[in-house]
């Protein structure tokens, strides 16, 4: 699921090189629906597995998801 890559993808970017949605609660919570969102819609066992995906690729990688 794409979503699912992108926003695995997201979180080892805002991992690795800053503070997650720059500590905005404004952008946590959009990420958060963003998340349950793609959960109802792909399941959580489909979910899990594209975030874990997203989270595994480097950044250069990840311009193909985009």
Same mark, same amino acid.
């Given at each position: 699921? @794409?979503?699912?890559? *992108? *926003? %695995?993808l %997201?979180?080892?970017?805002?991992?690795?090189? #800053?503070?997650?949605?720059? #500590?905005? $609660? +404004?952008?946590?919570?959009? /990420?958060?629906?963003? &998340?349950?969102?793609? /959960?109802? *819609?792909? #399941?959580? $066992?489909?979910? @899990?597995? %594209?975030?874990a $995906? %997203?989270?595994?690729? &480097?950044? #250069? &990688?990840?311009? +193909? *998801?985009?």
């Open positions: 699921m @794409r979503a699912a890559r *992108l *926003l %695995g %997201g979180h080892q970017i805002w991992r690795d090189y #800053g503070r997650p949605q720059m #500590g905005s $609660a +404004d952008l946590r919570a959009a /990420r958060a629906a963003c &998340e349950r969102a793609a /959960r109802d *819609l792909a #399941g959580d $066992a489909a979910y @899990r597995d %594209g975030f $995906a %997203g989270a595994a690729l &480097e950044p #250069g &990688e990840a311009v +193909d *998801l985009l």
